[in-house]
């Protein structure tokens, strides 16, 4: 059963990762991309990486996403369609895929993947709420304020060229 919801889950992510890219309606593409985060945090649920799909939920899904489609909603632009791409961009952008491709599958036969010993982690929940919110050594509460000044100058931003006359 595992097996199943892996390859339905994988299915999603390629095929709403290839709409995403193709599609030139841009709320279309947010919403495509979306899915493949929501995907993705199925897939770790799946591998019972909790704590990373609640991560990857609220922050990629729920935060990054909301953000985008604000921005499209608040520039009156949903109803826009992006320019199609010329057909030198198509064929480097197919180029690189390929060699992307190439590599991946490089590393992956020539690799000998081995398994690894279980190391025991501290992943207690308060171990990892005093990390996340601790501004000391090793904690993240000053990239996380960071971060968010720096998405909301963004989005400023792009509101004010959005909305600029001519």
């Known amino acids: 059963m595992e097996q199943l919801f892996f390859y339905l889950l994988a299915t ?3 095929v709403f990762s290839f709409l995403t890219v193709t599609t030139r309606r841009i709320l279309r593409a947010s919403i ?3 899915t493949v985060l929501l995907g993705t945090a199925g ?3 799946l591998f019972s990486f909790n704590f990373l799909a609640a991560v990857q939920l609220t922050v990629y899904a ?6 985008i489609i604000f921005s499209i909603l608040l520039t009156h632009q949903i109803n826009e369609k992006l320019e ?4 030198r961009r198509m064929v480097l952008g197919g ?3 390929l060699l992307g491709a190439g590599v991946c599958i490089s590393v992956f036969v020539d690799h000998s993947f081995s398994p690894v010993k279980k190391i025991p982690l501290e992943n207690e929940m308060e171990t990892i709420g005093t990390t996340l919110l601790s501004y000391g050594d ?4 000053l990239p996380f304020e960071v971060i968010s000044i720096l998405l909301l100058a963004a989005m400023v931003g792009a509101i004010i060229i ?3 006359p001519g």
């Open 12 to 14: 999603i992510i390629l």
């Open 32 to 34: 495509y991309l979306l």
């Open 43 to 45: 897939l770790y649920f």
């Open 62 to 67: 729920g935060g990054i996403v909301v953000l």
């Open 84 to 87: 199609a791409p010329s057909r």
């Open 95 to 97: 180029v690189g895929a």
């Open 138 to 141: 090793g904690g993240y509460v």
């Open 162 to 164: 959005a909305k600029r």
